[in-house]
């Protein structure tokens, strides 16, 4: 035998002896016909409910959106504010000027008025703080990709040092800027302010898009693949119609 027969004789399992039995004779069992299986039948598709299409808003004059009088059920209290009064026209037909003009006091006394500063002021970015420091906004910008200029900074700055104490600046977690101690009759100016050094506070709160993030990195990263600045510039332009205010994406 040769080795290597010797080898795979060594590898391969024993086999068990053959055993001997006795072939038991074979039952033929009776033929019974085939049954075809029933073809399975598709969904029933039900007719689709036409109401769930309709749309729930609708235009109103000035490009201002609103829900449709039917679906206003059971609508929670910020919706019933909006629905009293646009809060973008606040902004874009200079509503602000005249509520920046009005004592507190008077302000206070008229529930349209107590819910301009307590509600729709925060569709300017403006966010009253009755409970903590009344009288006094904190106001949220608009700073795409966390890009701020020296010139900005400095008008942030000017603006809080005139607040003494009560003036402070945040810088946020979706970078962005957040001045606190805005006095309501001060907002005028400083929006004018705003819009000078290439800022806004528009639709920074509330049912709007909120400030667009990108790589804090921007335009130093060596490994980036896209520059985000320009892009998150632009959709923040679009957004807010270049700070001039965008009702069709001012009610989400």
């Known amino acids: 035998m040769s080795s290597s027969a010797a080898s795979l004789q060594l590898l391969s399992p024993s086999l068990p002896a053959a055993r001997h039995h ?31 299409l309709e749309p729930r808003v609708a235009q109103r004059d000035g490009g201002y959106w609103v829900l449709k009088e039917k679906f206003r059920q059971g609508i929670n209290p910020q919706e019933k504010v909006k629905l009293e009064k646009e809060p973008m026209s606040l902004f874009m037909e200079s ?3 005249d509520l920046a003009a009005t004592p507190l006091e008077d302000i206070e006394a008229a529930k349209l008025s107590k819910d ?10 403006l966010f009253h703080r009755r409970k903590h420091q009344y009288g006094r906004f904190m106001m949220r ?5 966390g890009v701020t200029t020296s010139e900005q900074t400095r008008y942030l700055a000017g603006v809080i040092d ?9 810088v946020t977690t979706r970078q962005n800027w957040q001045i606190r101690g805005v006095r309501l009759p001060d907002v005028p100016e400083i929006l004018d302010g705003l819009g000078r050094v290439g800022l806004n506070s528009l639709q920074s709160g509330m049912d709007n898009v909120r400030n667009p993030v ?29 700070g001039r205010g965008n009702p069709d994406v001012s009610n989400l």
Do not use: H, M
């Open 214 to 242: 990108g790589n804090p990195l921007a335009g130093f990263d060596p490994y980036e693949i896209v520059d985000t600045r320009p892009y998150t510039n632009l959709l923040s332009q679009f957004i807010t119609r270049n």
């Open 162 to 170: 005139a607040y003494g104490a009560e003036g402070c600046a945040d």
């Open 22 to 52: 006795r072939r038991r004779p074979a039952v033929l069992a009776a033929a019974t016909p085939a049954t075809t299986p029933a073809a399975p039948q598709p969904p029933t598709k039900g007719t689709p409910d036409g109401s769930r």
């Open 95 to 97: 509503g602000i000027r």
């Open 116 to 125: 301009d500063i307590d509600v729709r002021l925060k569709w300017l970015g």
């Open 141 to 145: 910008l608009k700073l795409p990709n």
